[in-house]
């Protein structure tokens, strides 16, 4: 198991240590770790995911499915991956289409979401110091 996981560690360390730095400058900078927030001032469809994990994860059902309701439906999904990864690995193709699935409800529930909550409710609000927003203030002060 740990060989496993070392060995996919390995393959993957420059994409982590990419990740960690994106991360620590998202957080550092702007505060937000959501690209889509930090560029454009908007949510995404996963904006709130990471929240409703932490949420979820602590004991607070009914605060992470208002985070996300559809933090449920990733996880399980991704259960689902791993354990046919490692146990049917000739089978993964079969999650192709709760995937898509997946994907589409996403995007129904984002525009419910930003329908209902937008821009007041977290995690479906503005960001006005995005870098959108700034250089639009820049060049309409020059």
């Keep these: 198991m740990f060989t496993v996981l070392f ?9 982590l240590v990419l990740i960690a730095l994106y991360f620590i400058v ?3 900078f702007f505060t937000y770790f959501c690209p889509s927030l930090i560029f454009f001032g908007l949510p ?5 995911l990471t929240r409703a994990s932490v949420l979820f994860f602590t004991g607070h059902f009914k605060e992470s499915f208002q985070m996300h309701p559809m933090f449920i ?5 991704s259960i689902s991956y791993v354990v046919t990864k490692y146990r049917f690995p000739h089978r993964t193709k079969l999650l192709n289409i ?11 529930v984002y525009i ?6 937008f821009p007041h409710t977290a995690p479906m609000i503005v960001n006005d110091h995005s870098v959108l927003h700034l250089m ?3 060049f309409r002060n020059h």
């Design 73 to 77: 439906f990733v996880l399980l999904l």
């Design 136 to 138: 639009a203030v820049f």
């Design 98 to 108: 709760p995937l898509v699935i997946l994907i589409i409800s996403s995007f129904v």
């Design 7 to 15: 060995s996919y560690a390995r393959r993957y360390f420059v994409s």
């Design 26 to 28: 998202s957080t550092k």
């Design 112 to 117: 419910i979401r930003m329908h209902y909550l």
């Design 44 to 48: 995404c469809p996963a904006c709130g």
